[in-house]
């Protein structure tokens, strides 16, 4: 019979090797399982890949040299150019239409 305090026990983890925990995050982003299954197929607890997730991601981006902020710019300035070539096509619509009539 268990007692009061076993029923809260914390349950114990392997310790995961490197190359399972890379496996593990590259099975995740691929798609080809989830973090849920994830979890139950390696015995890790969700959190547990979840943090393995962030981490992989933060080291992908220091790896590509480049800062959120330095991201979000270069977004920014992506919007800019993407808008300017818009609102040029529009103006040839525009153009168009009062040549052609329609």
Do not use: C
Not at 23 to 30: A, E, G, H, P, S
Not at 81 to 96: G, H, P, V, Y
């Amino acid at each position: 019979m268990k007692t009061q305090n076993e029923h809260w026990r914390k349950k114990s983890y392997q310790k995961v090797t490197l190359e399972t925990k890379l496996l593990v995050v590259d099975q995740i982003l691929t798609g080809h399982i989830s973090n849920n299954q994830a979890s139950k197929k390696y015995d890790v607890p969700r959190t547990t890949i979840s943090y393995w997730l962030r981490k992989y991601s933060t080291l992908v981006q220091q790896n590509n040299g480049m800062s959120k902020n330095d991201e979000i710019k270069k977004l920014k300035e992506k919007i800019e150019e993407l808008e300017f070539q818009k609102d040029f096509q529009q103006d040839i619509i525009a153009d168009m239409e009062l040549i052609t009539g329609v």
